[in-house]
Nanobody, 116 residues
């Protein structure tokens, strides 16, 4: 069993930056692909970014490409989402995800609010 805890959310002005962290516990997540998703009020959960188990392959949603960077530190069992040039439309609850072919885990989410 894997537990994921997100942190680093908050309120920021448009153009600002935040760094989200996702700490895994219970079992190592170094063999898991890690990802970030978000859900804005009244909308479905959408993909933001993902990184493979070794950290050498990343994929981003078009809406965040060039502004967000996903990374991981397997020694710390943690993944990160660096968010720069934030926009009001980035306001959402951000969820961490860890998955393999057999397992899929989610964190509880952290709120990110970007004011205009």
């Amino acid at each position: 069993q894997v537990q994921l805890v997100e942190s680093g959310g908050g309120l920021v002005q448009a153009g600002g930056s935040l760094r989200l962290s996702c700490a895994g516990s219970g079992r190592t997540v170094r063999t898991y692909g890690m990802g970030w998703f978000r859900q804005a009020p009244g909308k479905g959960r959408e993909f933001v970014a993902r990184i493979n188990y070794s950290g050498d392959s990343t994929v981003y949603a078009d809406s965040v490409k060039g502004r967000f960077t996903i990374s991981r530190d397997n020694a710390k069992n943690t993944s990160y989402l660096q968010m720069n040039s934030l926009k009001p439309e980035d306001t959402a609850v951000y969820y961490c995800n860890a998955r393999t072919l057999l397992f899929n885990y989610w964190g509880q989410g952290t709120q990110v609010t970007v004011s205009s």
